[in-house]
C-alpha cells in the first residue's frame, strides 16, 4: 500500500502471498530498474539468497536463502487495526457479492445458513464488540488517532497474533485506546522495541498478555536495535507490561550466557526494569516458544502475575528459575518442553520448606528431560505446591512404570492433592506410602534405622534420598522385619535342598552333595541312593543330622512322608547305613 | 415464557448437573448465592444486556428477593451424592425442595429402581416437579440427565418418563443419556439396564443426546493429558457439550431455540431420535493461547472421529439431519468460507429422501470454561448434531452383551427377585432388535 519508499519502510513487517516477512532493504538494485524491497522472510526457505545480489550486499539475513528482493507493489504492507475490525465484522454494503448467495452442498445437499443477518447486523455495531479477533488479518498499524478508541471502546479481549505489526509502539497505540482491554495476545508477530520514547499511557485493566513465538532471538535484538547501545531497550516499553520476555541479557546470577557484548547490555537491564512502570494489573504472561533465556531478577515488575507460561523455551535452566523465585503471587507455572532435567532449592535442607516459589500452586512440568527421582524430593520442598503435571519424561515413560512411578511420585511429595490432573484420593496416598515405606525399607535397614528412635541414626546419603522417610516411619510405623522380608521366586532351584550325604559305615566314600526338592519322598531318596551305591533299597537306612543340632541324629523312618516332613533343611547331612 | 425444567437422576445424572449448574452461573454471571454478578450490570453499553434478562428466565426463576435459583429437580434414590450437593459450593443457589433423595438405593438394578423402591419415590418427585412447572409461565418441556447403566438412572427415570407422559402430553422431552462403557463402569449388568430402560423410555423421549463414557473418557486421556480421568473430568467435558446444545435456549440464537426446534430439525421418525454429537476444539487448559483455532480448523475438527462423544464412524452410515452450531467469536464470512473449504463434507452421505441438509447457526456468546478444570478457554467453538444411521453401532454393541449375559441367564435372578419377568426382558431386546433394523431401513436407498 505505501509507494513511496522511504527510510521508514526498514523494519516494516509485510506479507506476500501469505507468507510474511521484514523489510531490510529499499532502493535501487542495478542492473534493474525500477526501485526494490529486500525482504526477509520469516521462512528461512522461502528466498532466494541472503541479501546480496552479483556480488554486493544490500542487506543481510540470517539464513543463505532466507531473502529476496521484490517489486514494492506485490507486497501488502497491511492495514490499520479499525479498517481490520470492518472487514471482519461490518456487514458489507456493496450489493455484488453478498446477494448472489454461493450454495456449499455437504453430501449433496445444500448448507442452510440461519441467522446469519441478524449476527452480522449485531456484529456490525462495532461499539458493543468485546471479544475481537484479528488473526491473520494483516493489521500493520492503529491508524488515525483516537478511532479506534472511538468506534470500538468496549473491547475487552483482542487477538492480534499473526499479524503485520512490527513494533511495540504500534501494539501500545492500538492497546491504549481501549479503556477495558483485559486480554492482549500479539503472538506470533515479530515484534521491534524502539529506543527512547517514553510510554504515553499504561494499560492498567490488562491482566492476560500473550506472546508466544514473537521469536525475538538474542542475536536478532541485538541486530535490530542496531547493535548494543540500545540492545535492551527493545523491551523497555514491553518490559511495561511483560518485562522478562524476551531479554536474553546478560544478568548479574550466575548463568551461563552467550552474550557477545553484556557489559554495556547490563546497565541497559537495570534501566530496563527500573523503567519499567509494570502493567499494575497484569495476571497472566505467556511466553511460550521465544527461546528466552531469563537473565535478570523481576524487582518491581510482575509483581501481581499469577501463571507464567514459559513453555517450548530450550534455553531456560534451572539455574534461572530462581530469578523468578520471589514473584508473590505466582501460582501456576509451565515449563512443558524447555528441557529441564532437574530442580535444586538450596535454601532449604532435607525436610525443610523452600522460601522459593512462595504461592506456587500448580507445576506443569512435560515433556522434558526428567530422569531422576531427586527431582521429585526437591519439589517436596515447595511451601504451597498442590498440583503437578509430569508426563512424558524420561522417568514416567514407560507404561508398565507408570502406574509405580505415580505411587512414588505421590509419596515423595506430601501436600499433593492432583497428580497429572487426577486428584489424589486419601485411599491412594495411604496406597502409595505404605508402598513406599515397605519398597525401601531393607535400605533403611541398612542405612541405619532402626525401630527405636534411640537406636535410629540414618545415614546423609539415605535421608537425601528419602527424606520423608522418618515421617511415614512416624505415621505408619517403622517397617517391621517381616514386611522387609523379599519374597524368593517361586523357582524350582529355590526350593532344592543342598544336602550332604554321608556313609557312617563305609568310611572310604566319599561324601556327597545333592540337591534334592525338599518335597521328595524318602523311598524316592532311597531309590536314588541305591543306584548311586549299587545297594538294593530294602538294605537303606536313612537318617539325617543337622549343623543346627549337633550330635541329634534323626530317623526318616517313614517311605511315605518326604524330607520336608521331616524337617530337613538346607546344609544338613543325610546318614546312610546298609 | 419458554422455560426449561431440568431434571437430573441417578449419580451421574446429579454429578453432570452440579457442573452443569455451575457453568450456566458462570456464563450468566450468577454467583454461587443466586446473586447476579456486578460486573454483568455495569456501565457498559450493551444492547446485549436485555438479551441477558430475558435468558435467565428460561433455565433460572427469579425469586423476590432478586435471587436467581435454577429451574432444576435433583432426584436420587439413596442421600450420598445429593448430600454432596447439600453441603457442596452451590448449596445455596438451590432450594431444599430441590433436592430429593431416598434412604435404600437401586443397587443398579433396573427393576429396583422401576418398581419396588423407585415406586415409593415417584408421587414425592412427581408433586415437586408441579410445583417448579407451575412457577412457569409457558413451560417448553423438560431435560433429563440420566445414566444407562445405573440402577436408579435406568429404571426411575421409565418410570418417571411413563408418568410425565401422563402429566404433561404436549411437552417435549429431552435427554442427556450416559451411554455405560466398560473402562469406568463398576456394574456388570449394565447392558441389561441399557436396553431395559432404552425399551421402556423411547416412546416417552422426543430426542436423547448420547454420550459414551469411553469416547469421553479417550478424549480427557488424549488430548487433556489427564492420566486417569475421573468422572469430574469426564463430567466437565460432557457439561461444555451440554451448554453448547442449550446454549440457543438459553441466550438469544438464531438455531433450535426451542426444545420442539431440535425435534423438527434433528428428528425423521419418532424412534429414530438418538443424534451423535462432537464438538470442537478441545485444549489442555496447560496448552492455552499455543495454537489458535479459527473457524475453519475447528469446522474440520468436528467431522474427526476423536472429537466426537459417542464412539461410532460416520462414515460408514448416512445422515438424516445435522444441526452446527458455532459458538463465540464467529463471523458468517469465515463459516461459509470453512464449510466449502472442508474437505471431509465430501465423505459425508445422505439419505436419499431428505430434501435438507446442514443446518448451520452461530451464537456469539463466547464459550466459558470452569476455572481450575482441564479445558483451556477458546475464542470459540462448535457443536455438531448429527442424526446419522452409523449410531446404530452404539446400539449393536449393547445389544451384543446383552445377549452373551442374557443367553446364560447370568445375574437375572436380581431382577426376577424385585418382580420382573423374564418376557420383558425378551420384549425389551426385541424393541432394540426391532430399533437397529428400523435405522438400517431408513438408511436404504430408494
Given amino acids: 500500500m505505501s509507494d513511496t519508499l522511504t527510510a521508514d519502510v526498514i523494519g516494516r513487517r509485510v506479507e506476500v502471498n501469505g507468507e510474511h516477512a521484514t523489510v531490510r532493504f529499499a532502493g535501487v538494485v542495478p542492473p534493474v530498474a525500477g526501485p526494490w524491497l529486500g525482504v526477509e522472510w520469516d521462512n528461512p526457505e522461502r528466498g532466494k539468497h541472503d541479501g546480496s545480489h552479483e556480488g554486493t550486499v544490500y542487506f543481510k539475513c540470517r539464513h543463505p536463502t532466507g531473502g529476496s528482493f521484490i517489486r514494492p507493489n506485490k507486497v501488502n504492507f497491511g492495514t490499520d487495526f479499525l479498517t481490520a475490525i470492518k472487514n471482519r465484522y461490518v456487514l458489507e454494503d456493496g450489493p455484488e457479492e453478498d446477494r448472489k448467495e454461493q450454495i456449499v452442498t455437504i453430501g449433496n445437499k445444500p448448507v442452510e445458513t440461519i441467522g446469519f443477518d441478524s449476527i452480522m447486523k449485531q456484529q456490525s455495531q462495532l461499539s458493543k464488540l468485546q471479544e475481537v479477533s484479528l488473526r491473520n488479518c494483516a493489521v500493520s498499524c492503529a491508524g488515525e488517532k483516537g478511532g479506534v478508541a472511538e468506534a470500538c471502546p468496549n473491547i475487552r479481549k483482542v487477538d492480534l497474533s499473526k499479524n503485520l505489526l512490527s513494533s511495540w509502539d504500534e501494539v501500545i497505540h492500538i492497546a491504549d485506546q481501549l479503556r477495558h482491554l483485559e486480554v492482549l495476545n500479539v503472538s506470533e508477530n515479530k515484534l521491534k522495541f524502539p529506543s527512547g520514547s517514553v510510554l504515553t499511557g499504561t494499560l492498567s485493566a490488562l491482566k492476560v498478555l500473550v506472546l508466544n513465538q514473537t521469536g525475538i532471538t538474542w542475536a536478532e535484538a541485538h541486530a535490530q536495535c542496531g547493535g548494543s547501545r540500545h540492545g535492551l531497550d527493545m523491551q523497555k516499553d514491553a518490559s511495561k507490561f511483560v518485562d522478562l520476555c524476551v531479554l536474553q541479557k546478560c544478568s548479574t546470577s550466575n548463568c551461563i550466557i552467550s552474550a557477545k557484548d553484556h557489559t554495556s547490555m547490563w546497565m541497559n537491564v537495570a534501566k530496563v526494569l527500573r523503567c519499567a512502570a509494570g502493567c499494575p494489573g497484569l495476571e497472566e504472561l505467556y511466553l511460550e516458544s521465544n527461546n528466552i533465556f531469563i537473565s535478570e531478577r523481576p524487582t518491581d515488575v510482575l509483581q501481581t502475575v499469577k501463571l507464567l507460561d514459559l513453555s517450548s523455551n530450550q534455553l531456560i535452566d534451572e539455574n534461572q528459575l530462581y530469578l523468578i523465585a520471589h514473584l508473590p503471587r505466582l501460582e501456576q507455572l509451565i515449563l512443558s518442553d524447555t528441557g529441564i532435567s532437574s530442580l535444586h532449592f538450596p535454601d532449604a535442607g532435607i525436610g525443610c520448606k523452600t522460601s522459593m516459589f512462595p504461592s506456587l500452586k500448580y507445576l506443569v512440568v512435560n515433556d522434558n528431560q526428567i530422569s531422576q527421582w531427586s527431582f521429585f524430593n526437591e519439589l517436596e520442598k515447595l511451601p504451597s505446591l498442590q498440583a503437578l503435571s509430569c508426563l512424558r519424561n524420561p522417568l514416567t515413560k514407560e507404561d508398565k512404570e507408570a502406574e509405580t512411578a505415580r505411587l512414588l511420585i505421590i509419596a515423595s511429595i506430601g501436600q499433593l492433592k492432583t497428580l497429572n490432573k487426577c486428584e489424589i484420593l486419601p485411599e491412594e496416598r495411604r496406597r502409595a506410602e505404605l508402598d513406599y515405606r515397605k519398597a525401601f525399607g531393607n535400605e533403611w535397614k541398612q542405612a541405619g534405622g532402626h525401630k527405636d528412635p534411640e537406636k535410629n541414626r540414618l545415614s546423609e546419603e539415605f535421608l537425601t534420598a528419602h527424606p520423608r522417610y522418618q515421617f511415614l516411619c512416624l505415621k505408619y510405623g517403622a517397617p517391621e522385619d517381616w514386611e522387609l522380608k523379599t519374597q524368593q521366586p517361586l523357582m524350582l532351584k529355590n526350593q532344592l535342598l543342598t544336602l550332604k550325604i554321608k556313609y557312617p559305615h563305609q568310611l572310604d566314600q566319599k561324601v556327597l552333595e545333592k540337591q534334592l526338592p525338599g518335597s521328595m519322598t524318602i523311598q524316592k531318596v532311597k531309590g536314588l541312593l541305591s543306584r548311586l551305591l549299587k545297594v538294593p533299597v530294602s538294605d537303606l537306612l536313612l537318617s539325617y543330622e543337622s549343623p543346627k543340632k549337633p550330635g541329634r541324629e534323626i530317623e526318616l523312618e517313614n517311605d511315605l512322608k518326604s524330607l520336608q516332613f521331616y524337617s530337613v533343611e538346607n546344609g544338613d547331612c543325610l546318614l546312610v547305613r546298609w | ?446
Avoid at chain 2, 419396588?116 to 418441556?141: H, N, P, W, Y
Avoid at chain 2, 478424549?219 to 460432557?238: D, F, M, Q, T, Y
Avoid at chain 2, 489442555?284 to 474427526?304: G, N
Avoid at chain 2, 466459558?368 to 478444570?373: A, D, I, K, L, R
Fill in chain 2, 1 to 446: 415464557m419458554r422455560e426449561c425444567l431440568s431434571i437430573h437422576i441417578g449419580q451421574a445424572g446429579i454429578q453432570i448437573g452440579d457442573a452443569c449448574w455451575e457453568l450456566y452461573c458462570l456464563e450468566h454471571g450468577i454467583q454461587p448465592n443466586s446473586v447476579v454478578l456486578d460486573r454483568q450490570q455495569d456501565q457498559l453499553e450493551n444492547a446485549k444486556m436485555e438479551h441477558t434478562n430475558a435468558s435467565f428466565d428460561t433455565f433460572f426463576c427469579e425469586t423476590r428477593a432478586g435471587k436467581h435459583v435454577p429451574r432444576a429437580l435433583f432426584v436420587d434414590l439413596e442421600p450420598t451424592v445429593i448430600d454432596g450437593i447439600r453441603t457442596g459450593q452451590h448449596r445455596s443457589l438451590f432450594h431444599p425442595e430441590q433436592l430429593l433423595s431416598g434412604k435404600e438405593d437401586a443397587a443398579n438394578n433396573y427393576a429396583r429402581g422401576r418398581y419396588s423402591v423407585g415406586s415409593e419415590v415417584i408421587d414425592l418427585v412427581l408433586e415437586r416437579t408441579r410445583k417448579l412447572a407451575e412457577q412457569c409461565g409457558g413451560l417448553q418441556g423438560f431435560l433429563i440427565f440420566r445414566s444407562f447403566g445405573g440402577g436408579t438412572g435406568s429404571g426411575f427415570t421409565s418410570l418417571l418418563m411413563e408418568r410425565l407422559t401422563g402429566e404433561y402430553s404436549r411437552k417435549t422431552k429431552l435427554e442427556f443419556s450416559v451411554y455405560p462403557a466398560p473402562r469406568i463402569s463398576t456394574a456388570v449388568v449394565e447392558p441389561y439396564n441399557s436396553v431395559l430402560t432404552t425399551h421402556s423410555t423411547t416412546e416417552h423421549t422426543d430426542c436423547t443426546f448420547m454420550v459414551d463414557n469411553e469416547a469421553v473418557y479417550d478424549i480427557c486421556h488424549r488430548k487433556l493429558g489427564v492420566e486417569c480421568p475421573s468422572h469430574a473430568s469426564i463430567n466437565r467435558l460432557v457439561v461444555q457439550v451440554v451448554s453448547s446444545i442449550t446454549a440457543s435456549l438459553r441466550f438469544e440464537g438464531p438455531l433450535n431455540v426451542d426444545l420442539i426446534e431440535f425435534q423438527t430439525n434433528l428428528v425423521p421418525y419418532p424412534r429414530i431420535h438418538f443424534p451423535m454429537t462432537a464438538f470442537a476444539p478441545i485444549v489442555s487448559a496447560d496448552k492455552a493461547y499455543h495454537e489458535q483455532f479459527s473457524v475453519s480448523d475447528i469446522t474440520t475438527a468436528c467431522f474427526e472421529s476423536s472429537n466426537q462423544l459417542v464412539k461410532c464412524n460416520p462414515r460408514l452410515g448416512k445422515y438424516m439431519a445435522c444441526c452446527l452450531l458455532y459458538r463465540g467469536d464467529v463471523v458468517p464470512k469465515e463459516v461459509n468460507a470453512a464449510i466449502a473449504a472442508t474437505k471431509s463434507r465430501h465423505s459425508v452421505q445422505f439419505v436419499d429422501w431428505c430434501p435438507t441438509g446442514f443446518k448451520v447457526g452461530i451464537n456469539n456468546w463466547p464459550p466459558m470454561v470452569m476455572p481450575g478444570g482441564d479445558l483451556a478457554k477458546v475464542h470459540r467453538s462448535i457443536c455438531m448434531l448429527s442424526n446419522t444411521t452409523a449410531i446404530v453401532e452404539a446400539w449393536a454393541r449393547l445389544d451384543h452383551k446383552f445377549d452373551l449375559m442374557y443367553a446364560k441367564r447370568a445375574f437375572l435372578h436380581w431382577y426376577l427377585r424385585e418382580g420382573m419377568e423374564e418376557a420383558e426382558f425378551l420384549e425389551a431386546r426385541e424393541d432394540l432388535a426391532a430399533l437397529e433394523r428400523d435405522y438400517e431401513e431408513v438408511g436404504q436407498s430408494f
